[in-house]
């Protein structure tokens, strides 16, 4: 196989990262000009995604849907950064409900804005469905056992003063820690739990850092930990975690995510996140959320998105994370 040749596939195929590489497709559409057998050439070098079929070669239609979807991160990413913020968490949280989305982006929505941003997002749901985000989550997670955690979430309207009650935030560190250790065994999960769904549905974030550090020094591990070990593959367990860490330590939240779309093997979903992240908090916290990426992971994060990203993709991703990335 030439050079070029294999310069096209990999363009082509990503070699199993984010986007495409269109620059080194239109380089090819130039000077392939008027040479069909060098295309004929790239399809039988290509394989997993041309197979002989007949005379022709045939395209997978797997090939092709994967192709689609590499080709429409950038669009997608641009309409996404387009759009008003309110609009933007009102579609993000409508593809939850209707379109399976996990239901972890409607915590973020929810946990990770501020209480104007939140009831934006909830009038423009309205406005665009004709129903309130309130009783679509509670109509179609009626059947999940964190369906009560997820209504509360997004209906809150927090207090964002600085003011805490220590001795309240002790008091129900106590309380969370009561409902995570009783839970199994038959008895209901502590996501079920309705002090915890009352302490994270309405406390406020500067609150809720203080319950959190209250629990560690009470319990001698911190509440991530205890959750962690009541099985974190459950989605249930994983959603409760997720808006504890959406609430209090969402810089750590965010690196997570982006480290999970990186990784190799990552699903659909996982994927989707990067660009939802690198939109949504570009002109936010970026910068501490590429910090906790290098404190967890050590490497920086830039980096990471540069190795496993591709094309005009990459360059958006590079430019929102506020990196100044060499190639």
Known sequence: MSDEVQQLTRAFSGLGGLGVDEPAMVSALARWRGQPEKRSGFRRGFPGFFRSH????RCEEEYMLHLAAEFARFKNLMVLWAMHPWERDARLAHHVLHQGHPAAVAVEVACTRSADELLGARRAYQALYHHSLEEDVAYRA?????????VGL????RYEGPRVNEEVARAEAKALGAAVRSAGGGKPLAVENDEVVRILSTRSKPHLV????????????????DLGGHGREEETTALLLEAVLCLAAPAKYFSQVMEAALRDGADQHEKDALTRVAVTRSDRDMDEIRAAY????????????AAKAHGHYRDA????????HHQ
């Open 54 to 57: 007949g005379e022709m070669d």
């Open 142 to 150: 009626r059947d999940k056992p964190y369906c009560n955690l997820l």
């Open 154 to 157: 997004v209906s809150a309207y």
């Open 210 to 225: 203080e319950t959190l550090r209250h629990y560690k020094e009470i319990h001698g591990r911190g509440l991530e930990e």
């Open 294 to 305: 290098q404190e967890q992971f050590g490497a920086k994060l830039e980096d990471a998105i």
């Open 317 to 324: 991703l590079l430019s929102l994370v506020g990196a100044h």
